[in-house]
T-cell receptor, first 113, second 114 residues
Framework: DQQVKQNSPSLSVQEGRISILNCDYTNSMFDYFLWYKKYPAEGPTFLIS?????DKNEDGRFTVFLNKSAKHLSLHIVPSQPGDSAVYFC????????????FGKGTKLSVKP | SQTIHQWPATLVQPVGSPLSLECTVEGTSNPNLYWYRQAAGRGLQLLFYSVGIGQISSEVPQNLSASRPQDRQFILSSKKLLLSDSGFYLC?????????????FGPGTRLLVL
């Protein structure tokens, strides 16, 4: 059973518009959430994270929103740029000592010029 | 600053041959270390993790094994590769000062078993 779900395998957005990537989770013990960006044949790059004590975290064009009651988080990219085209992974942690993350299956974002 | 290295970048191996992939981390001490595999069109599958030298936990029983001979070195091995071992292998570390949970990934190794 998937504890972290990214239900949209792909998303296409026009350059300059907003990209919204969604992620749902089932485990209420998760207290830290992360987004990673991955280009083909490269390792994932950490983008932004949010602790469960917050409902929003912003870093430049990237904002992550957390809705704990709905067990839902989203990544907003504004404005979207062609270089943002990549696979985005959502991940969650329950704060265990081993630091394991549970990853979603990813959403492929295509930003068209 | 911390950096993570993986080699080789690409590897083509025949079925039944052994495997050794190496990962090293610089600029930090006592990191948690992880091996992941990304098969074609799929997400990230955690294979092994280690919280210290000689301490290995396996997430998925399979044809692979891992070892941590030194604090910042993590090795993924196999005695006999299978076709299904093909994929993109990623090493990651965590345990940074700011947030212990954030994992930082290496560049990956693409393995093709023929």
């Amino acid at each position: 059973d998937q504890q972290v779900k990214q239900n949209s395998p792909s998303l296409s957005v026009q350059e300059g518009r907003i990209s919204i990537l969604n992620c749902d989770y089932t485990n209420s013990m998760f207290d830290y959430f992360l987004w990673y960006k991955k280009y083909p044949a490269e390792g994932p790059t950490f983008l932004i994270s949010i602790s469960s004590i917050k409902d929003k975290n912003e870093d430049g064009r990237f904002t992550v929103f957390l809705n704990k009651s709905a067990k839902h988080l989203s990544l907003h990219i504004v404005p979207s740029q062609p270089g943002d085209s990549a696979v985005y992974f959502c991940a969650a942690s329950d704060g265990g000592s081993q630091g394991n993350l549970i990853f979603g299956k990813g959403t492929k974002l295509s930003v068209k010029p | 600053s911390q950096t993570i290295h993986q080699w080789p970048a690409t590897l083509v191996q025949p079925v039944g041959s052994p495997l050794s992939l190496e990962c090293t981390v610089e600029g930090t001490s006592n990191p948690n270390l992880y091996w992941y595999r990304q098969a074609a069109g799929r997400g990230l599958q955690l294979l092994f993790y280690s919280v210290g030298i000689g301490q290995i936990s396996s997430e998925v029983p399979q044809n692979l094994s891992a070892s941590r001979p030194q604090d910042r070195q993590f090795i993924l091995s196999s005695k006999k590769l299978l076709l299904s071992d093909s994929g993109f292998y990623l090493c990651a570390w965590s345990g940074g000062v700011v947030t212990r949970e954030t994992q930082y990934f290496g560049p990956g190794t693409r393995l093709l078993v023929l």
